[in-house]
Nanobody
């Protein structure tokens, strides 16, 4: 059974940083594309960043130069370092694993950025 469990969300002031983590069980990260998505108030879920099985990364425009995605293959974990956070980054952040088009999701972790 595949499980993705996020942690690291919380409340932070604008300009601050948070580091999200996603622990996977039942599946191996390094043979799949893994990433972070978010759902902010009033918007649909959107890509934040992802890393492919060969290590290539893709970032949403809003995440470039502020966020960094990384994976620890040995520990089967995925992280998202978020710096210079803005109030509009407030939302629920989800870990995602794409296994040949089938998507697994974590339960999400809330990130709240106060002005």
């Amino acid at each position: 059974q595949v499980q993705l469990v996020e942690s690291g969300g919380g409340l932070v002031q604008a300009g601050g940083s948070l580091r999200l983590s996603c622990a996977a069980s039942g599946i191996i990260f390094n043979v799949n594309t893994v990433g972070w998505y978010r759902q902010t108030p009033g918007k649909q879920r959107e890509l934040v960043a992802r890393v492919t099985s060969v290590g290539g990364t893709v970032y949403a425009d809003f995440a470039k130069r502020r966020f960094a995605i990384s994976r620890d293959i040995a520990r089967n974990t995925l992280s998202l370092q978020m710096n210079s956070l803005k109030p509009e980054d407030t939302g629920v952040y989800y870990c995602n694993l794409d296994e040949y088009g089938f998507n697994y999701w974590g339960q999400g972790t809330q990130v709240t950025v106060s002005p």
